[in-house]
């Protein structure tokens, strides 16, 4: 009976294997050029052409991991201004950051990789901006998540490819922990 409903619906077999969705928020690291916002002060106390905001987003898989993937997805903003032609304001998208995460030994492991990193023109941003504004998105979209867990969550921030000209990004590296409810 079920199933003659469902196909009715129009819905099939593949709503029996439907997997969990959650709408969440995500924190994302974007530009703000193409707008009228000469400088904002950002997460990190600089004053940027940049910033960190959050957008909600349905998403499915493994939390957190899930979470930190989902920091770096295209993003175009939506706009009643057919002059704003922007079509993508994600710094890491934008900027060719590579984002990773899995659970090892009961702690979230980030790894940002910056090998093919590289500054658009017309980004007045530097590579350790980018990668700052990265880890405040990540970290944001994490407390937003752990808020009303019951246990803590271990976070390591590694980055990845910074050698050569990129030498001193790997100093952004870092740990913290997250306190749940």
């Known amino acids: 009976m079920i199933l003659r409903i469902l196909g ?18 995500i924190f994302e690291p974007i530009t703000l050029h193409g ?11 600089e ?15 493994a939390f957190p991991e899930t979470l930190v993937d989902a920091v770096r997805t295209a993003h175009r903003l939506p706009t009643n201004d057919p002059n704003y032609g922007v079509t993508e304001v994600n710094l890491l998208v934008l900027c060719r950051v590579g984002v ?3 659970i ?3 702690k979230l492991r980030v790894r940002l990789d ?3 990193m590289e500054i658009p023109e017309g980004i007045d941003l530097t590579e350790r901006q980018v990668i700052k504004l990265a880890i405040v998105a990540i970290r944001k979209t994490l407390e937003a998540y752990q808020k009303p867990q019951p246990d803590h969550l271990d976070v390591a921030i ?13 100093e ?8 749940g409810a």
């Open 8 to 25: 009715a619906l129009g819905l099939g077999m593949a709503a029996l294997g439907a997997t969990t969705l959650s709408v969440v928020p």
């Open 35 to 45: 707008t009228d916002v000469d400088e904002a002060v950002s997460e990190t106390g």
């Open 47 to 61: 004053a940027l052409q940049a910033t960190v905001i959050a957008r909600p987003m349905a998403l499915s898989g």
């Open 100 to 102: 990773a995460a899995e």
């Open 104 to 106: 090892v030994d009961q």
């Open 114 to 116: 910056v090998a093919d």
């Open 158 to 170: 590694s980055i990845l490819g910074a050698e050569g000209e990129r030498q001193g990004l790997d």
């Open 172 to 179: 952004l590296e870092c740990r913290f922990e997250i306190e």
